[in-house]
Every structure is written in structure tokens, then in C-alpha cells.
Antibody, heavy 123, light 107 residues
């Protein structure tokens, strides 16, 4: 069974960088046709796609976050990471990592999700 | 703002049928997937592609797309179906996007 687990600080100060790691088990992050993404959800709000990365790199980002977000993959550790710079209170959210399936049988969908981790931006 | 539009809230009587819709021009070109999110839990994929359900998702969940509107239909809604539902696809620029979500209440 594919499992994803987010890890990182639960509290980040304004103007600093939010850094999270998603560790994948039960699957290889190097597998063809599967991408790895970050989605966040502010309190009481909907889901916001932040970005997605393939095993070779080449991430794609939400244009609204593009200047602040970096997603990278470490195939040797079977994990991928999120960095979000210059955070403000508006970045307070639950951050989810997820596997994105893009094969001819699963079309395009986030088929496995982590449990999510709450990150609060506050001094 | 999202380029996928969903009704904020929908209600259905227990055992009845309900349709949750997702409207966006990009749905003419891209697949839509649907996610169920119960309070305090991570989203779960319930529909993808051409009306496909992951293993473990009851067959009362079905999906379709017509023109610019994607639909999730629950036939015989159960109490445990009460949740938020989100559609996902691409926007007009090809970027991934989620709809604003629909809160389903089962009466």
C-alpha cells in the first residue's frame, strides 16, 4: 500500500521559509508516469494545488505561488520536499503531499494522499 | 479564484440521489477527478477518468462529463457520504486546479 507522510515544523515565523518533506513508502518515487505534489488547505477553505514534480525534476507550480515555491525530489531517499519563502499569516494551512497518477489507466488524479500537517505562521 | 465552479452546498435526503457539479471551460479538454473530504481528514479520491472508481469506493458513486460540466452522482446517499467534495482538473492555461468545493449534507 502506498503511504505518504509529511514532516516538518508546525510553526514558522513571518518572512521565514516553510520547509516540509514528504516521505513515500510502498512505492518508488522514480516510477514512470507518477508525479508528486503538494496541496494546501487554509482553515475553513478549499484545496489549493501548489505544485507537482516528476522524478527527473521539472516541477510545475501554481502561478499564484511561483515566485515563492520550490518543489524538489530526492530519489535516493524516496522523498520530495516543499520550500515556501517569505511566508505570511495567509500561508497558515494544512499541507498535504500526494501522488499524482498520469497513466493511461488512471488518467490524471491524485490517488494517494498524506494525512496532512498543520503549519502555522506566527511570531 | 478557481476556474472550476462548484455549488457551495447541496443537501439530499437519506437514500435519495444527488448530483454535484463542477463547471469549467477546460473540462472540454481535460479529465476531471473527484475527492471526498470528511471533517478532519485528508481528501480521498472517489472518481477519475471516464467514471472510474478506485478500489473500495462504493458503486453508488458515479461520474460523467458533458461539455463544460463534470458531475458526481451519488445514487442512494448514505449518512457516511456527508462530506466536502472537490473536483480537480486543469485550468485554461493547463495548470492544475481544484474547484471551490461542495458541502454535502445528508438529511
Amino acid at each position: 500500500q502506498v503511504q505518504l507522510q509529511e514532516s516538518g515544523p508546525g510553526l514558522v515565523k513571518p518572512s521565514e521559509t516553510l520547509s516540509l518533506i514528504c516521505t513515500v513508502s510502498g512505492d518508488s518515487i522514480s516510477r514512470d508516469y507518477y508525479y508528486w505534489g503538494w496541496i494546501r488547505q487554509s482553515p475553513g477553505k478549499g484545496l489549493e494545488w501548489m505544485g507537482t514534480v516528476y522524478k527527473s525534476g521539472s516541477p510545475t507550480y501554481n502561478p499564484s505561488l511561483k515566485s515563492r515555491v520550490t518543489i524538489s525530489v530526492d530519489t535516493s531517499k524516496n522523498h520530495f520536499s516543499l520550500n515556501l519563502t517569505s511566508v505570511t499569516a495567509a500561508d497558515t494551512a494544512v499541507y498535504y503531499c500526494a501522488r499524482f497518477c498520469s497513466t493511461s489507466t488512471c488518467y490524471e488524479a491524485f490517488d494517494f494522499w498524506g494525512q496532512g500537517t498543520m503549519v502555522t505562521v506566527s511570531s | 479564484s478557481s476556474e472550476l465552479t462548484q455549488d457551495p452546498a447541496v443537501s439530499v435526503a437519506l437514500g435519495q440521489t444527488v448530483r454535484i457539479t463542477c463547471q469549467g471551460d477546460s473540462l472540454r479538454s481535460y479529465y476531471v477527478s473527484w475527492y471526498q473530504q470528511r471533517p478532519g481528514q485528508a481528501p480521498v479520491l472517489v472518481l477519475y477518468g471516464y467514471n472510474k472508481r478506485p478500489s473500495g469506493i462504493p458503486d453508488r458513486f458515479s461520474g460523467s462529463t458533458s461539455g463544460t460540466t463534470g458531475s458526481l452522482t451519488i445514487t442512494g446517499a448514505q449518512a457516511e457520504d456527508e462530506a466536502d467534495y472537490y473536483c480537480h482538473s486543469r485550468d485554461s492555461s493547463g495548470n492544475r486546479v481544484f474547484g471551490g468545493g461542495t458541502k454535502l449534507t445528508v438529511l
